[in-house]
């Protein structure tokens, strides 16, 4: 079988739901080969052979964290000269989405971002997108080169296959060139609890309708172990920080199930979270766009449905 | 400083968007274009630079490559503000993918001499977001990316962003590549003054061959992904709609989670 090259997503070696999600997918095409850049490997390991990988490549080089994407592309191009793989996959977020465009460069091979799934097929790795605002579905493959393909988060259930691979260090050269842009300060943003907007299975998400008050929208999301999103509205008049933005100008989110409350969904909103596969939605205005997307609709309003909703749903689960 | 913005020419994405059937290609002639949204942030900000660098020399110039119509994309930068437009048009263009429009993208810029180059945080159509990183490879320059506060001073250019572990402070030295996100500033709009003297501003239309580029080097043919098909999503099956006028709503939402398995 051929190798797959899945690149690790993790903070300080826990690894990232997106990164089993890769495993599970590299195993359809090949041989997966875990590349973990940084401090962990051996936290990692376990996840990393519960999903199928049959090796993990660690580079460990201290540079590697200081300097951005830059020379993390050029780690992986020099692990991909070595290895040979048959693709190349990357999370679908802002740092593997820039990797995976230097990498294309390097490699002088074709890259497909935003995929929602991955398939083998006769000539190589077939993805599927999503494509404008979720009105077109479009199958496509790479046709020069090694296919280097960016996968978003929920394309694929995670599944266990245990291997109990080896450990190999890699010595990696990074160029000046690579160097030239630099982190000067970093600050950890505060932990909320919550799952990751961009990996959650559930987002219950505000808009204009929470007229500021995201208390009802919290108190669901908790009740649900959902993660909370917020419209473009919502973050503009200053409600709710950008980083949980969903939309076309924020995150696109395609959870199992997304929550839009006091959101009238505006084509840009919709961009962002079209793909979810159950849309609810709790709006006053019967009219709002929204409602043409749902699976469920309660027309009322958030502050009064939530809050019964959420006393409900914590006395089921309890 | 010659900074250069490089603007995008997208179908209106409030339009009914859609595909060429012939070659699985975004159908522009159908469809009214415009200036990508995301980008009038980078035009908003190379403007935003040249005025406070206050530097007589100072240049801002539109970059676009697309067909006949993409003119306007270049129109409307300059109307905001420009001092010049490029516009780079070749029949052989059409089809190319990310990594062909990044080659002319980096063929462009280095004949601009550009050393500040701007983009938005990605185009509103393809919106896969990677053509600046591919850029700033092509041109061994460095590249701070998705800035929502960009300060330029001296030949250091620092940003802000917020990423989705950390808020990073991040700083390179010109010249560079940056990109803008949304969050970047407020895009000025075109005043009648800016929109009277933007006729009279330069625009050169560059071909391939004054890149010195072939057409075999971009467009469909070389294109090193191919779009095999194109779906249109079947529209959705009409969702259940409670209406909560006795206070039933939640009720019947938390029997719709438990049906369905979401508790």
């Known amino acids: 079988m051929s190798n797959v090259l899945v690149l690790v997503d993790h903070a300080a070696g826990a690894v990232r739901k997106t990164t089993a999600e890769l495993l599970t997918i590299a195993r359809r095409l090949g041989d997966p080969v875990a590349v973990f850049i940084g401090e962990g490997v051996s936290e990692a390991l376990p996840a990393l052979g519960q999903y199928g990988a049959v090796k993990v490549i660690a580079l460990s080089n201290p540079e590697l964290g200081q300097f951005l994407v830059a020379p993390k592309a050029e780690a992986l191009a020099q692990v991909a000269a070595k290895v040979e793989p048959s693709a190349i996959l990357i999370s679908s977020n802002a740092e593997g989405k820039e990797i995976a465009a230097r990498l294309a460069v390097k490699l002088d091979s074709g890259l497909i971002t935003d995929a929602v799934d991955v398939e083998a097929g006769d000539g190589g790795p077939v993805t599927t997108q999503s494509v404008f605002a979720g009105n077109f579905t479009v199958q496509a493959k790479v046709t020069h080169g090694t296919p280097i393909i960016t996968v ?27 160097k030239t842009a630099k982190i000067v300060e970093s600050k950890p943003r505060e932990a909320t609890g919550r799952p990751e907007l961009t990996e959650a299975a559930i987002i219950v998400s505000g ?5 500021g008050d995201f208390g009802p929208i919290e108190a669901f999301a908790d009740s649900l172990g959902a993660a909370v999103g917020a419209s473009r509205a919502a973050v503009d008049s200053g409600w709710y920080p950008h980083a949980y933005q969903v939309g076309q100008t924020g995150k696109t989110v395609s959870p199992q199930l997304y929550v839009a409350a006091g959101i009238s969904g505006a084509i840009q909103h919709r961009a962002g979270m079209q793909t979810s596969k159950t849309i609810i939605a709790i709006n ?31 006395k089921r689960k309890s | 400083m010659k900074i250069v913005v490089c603007a995008k020419f997208v179908p209106d994405a409030t339009a009914d968007r859609r595909f060429r059937s012939e070659d699985n290609t975004v159908d522009r002639a159908g469809v009214d274009g415009l200036l ?31 067909p006949e119509q993409a003119a306007d994309a270049v129109k409307k930068g300059l109307q905001m503000g420009a001092d010049a437009g490029v516009h780079v048009l070749d029949d052989a263009i059409h089809g190319s993918d990310a990594v062909a429009t990044s080659l002319i993208l980096a063929k462009a810029l280095a ?13 509103t159509d393809g919106g896969m977001g990677v053509v600046p990183a591919m850029v700033s490879e092509r041109l061994g320059l460095p590249a701070v990316t998705l800035g929502s506060e960009v300060t330029v001073e001296g030949q250091t250019v620092r940003i802000r962003r917020d990423g989705d572990t950390a808020s990073e402070t991040i700083e390179g030295t010109l010249p560079l590549v ?12 075109p005043s009648f003054k800016g929109i009277m003297a933007a006729k009279k501003k330069p625009v050169e239309t560059w071909s391939l061959a004054d890149l010195e580029l072939t057409a075999d080097q971009v467009g469909g043919s070389s294109a090193w992904t191919e779009v095999v098909e194109v779906t249109a999503r079947p529209a959705r099956t009409a969702g259940t709609i409670v209406t909560d006028d006795d206070g039933s709503g939640a009720a019947e939402l938390v029997e719709f989670l438990s049906t369905n398995k979401f508790l």
């Open chain 1, 152 to 178: 978003k988060p929920n394309a694929a259930t995670p599944e266990a296959a245990q291997t109990s691979p080896e450990v190999e260090e890699f010595d990696v050269t990074i160029s000046d060139t690579a």
């Open chain 1, 207 to 211: 808009g204009r309708g929470t007229g």
């Open chain 1, 284 to 314: 006053k205005d019967p009219e709002a766009p929204i409602f043409e997307l749902v699976d469920f609709g309660v027309v009322g309003d958030l502050h009064k449905v939530l809050p019964t909703a959420t006393e409900e749903v914590t």
């Open chain 2, 111 to 123: 004949k601009l001499e550009a050393d500040l180059v701007v983009f938005g945080m990605g185009s």
């Open chain 2, 36 to 66: 990508s949204e995301l980008d009038e942030y980078a035009v908003e900000t190379a403007l935003t630079v040249k005025e406070a660098g206050g530097s007589e020399d100072g240049e801002v110039t539109v970059l676009t490559v697309g």
């Open chain 2, 178 to 189: 940056l990109s803008v996100s949304d969050q970047a500033n407020e895009p000025r709009y």
